[in-house]
């Protein structure tokens, strides 16, 4: 069936590093992939979405691209921020097989 | 306008007991989808409605189960409570059901704790 693998955190970077959180999924067609984020005491959102081969999710500084060659959906910052300290999602939704989450990366910023 | 509420916030249980979550989504969304959040395992899906009926559910025993209602709220209930319950529930909204590509909105969640 569908799944998502995240790379396991925590990690934990000082203010202004660039970050990478590794994303790959198994699917059998065309998913949607997201990444949603849930900020310390708050809720999940949505940070950014690809619907389709190559595109570009952005939002906030973060960028992810939608590799359908290696099937990958990583997550990048040029110049993390402590407030960007949260737990981060990487999501699929294909058919049924409606929104299914990874396991999530913990980032912890040092001012 | 008013996000996705669920209730109650946090309970405990002992095992063996029943507990029913409920969860009301944002006004207008027809969906309404439903997770566990156990310590360290992520986000795994338990059931998704759609339009009052069940589309699909995750691979959970019997006794996780739930409804949706005709105003769309939903209900989760879980039975004969086992001790690796304990976890937060998450209950999401989603304006899109026909697609994958809507955004889900979640609500806060229900911390539940089985002794």
């Known amino acids: 069936g569908n799944s998502v693998t995240q790379m396991e955190g925590p990690v934990t970077l000082s203010e202004e590093a660039f970050l990478t959180i590794n994303c790959t999924y198994t699917a059998t067609g065309y998913p949607s992939l997201f990444w949603y984020v849930q900020y310390p005491g708050e809720g999940l959102q949505l940070l950014l979405k690809?619907?389709?081969?190559?595109d570009k999710g952005s939002n906030k500084g973060f960028e992810a691209t939608y590799r359908k060659e290696t099937t990958s959906f990583h997550l990048e910052k040029g110049s993390v921020q402590v407030s960007d300290s949260a737990v981060y999602f990487c999501?699929?939704?294909?058919?049924?097989?409606?929104?299914?989450f990874g396991t999530g990366t913990r980032l912890k910023v040092l001012a | 306008e008013a996000g996705v509420t669920q209730s109650p916030t946090h309970l405990i249980k002992t095992r063996g007991q029943q507990v029913t979550l409920r969860c009301s989504p944002i006004?207008?969304?027809?969906?309404v989808y439903w997770y566990q959040q156990a310590l360290g395992l992520g986000l795994q899906f338990l059931l998704w409605y759609d339009e009052g009926e069940e589309r699909n559910r995750g691979n959970f025993p019997p006794r996780f189960s739930g409804r949706q209602f005709p105003n769309y709220s939903s209900e989760l209930n879980v039975n004969a409570l086992e001790l690796e319950d304990s976890a937060l529930y998450l209950c999401?909204?989603?304006?899109?059901?026909?697609?994958?590509?809507?955004?889900?909105?979640f609500g806060e969640g229900s911390r539940l704790t089985v002794l």
């Open positions: 999401a909204s989603s304006l899109e059901s026909g697609t994958n590509t809507g955004e889900l909105f």
């Open positions: 690809a619907t389709k081969a190559d």
């Open positions: 006004s207008g969304h027809t969906s």
């Open positions: 999501a699929l939704s294909e058919g049924t097989y409606k929104y299914i």
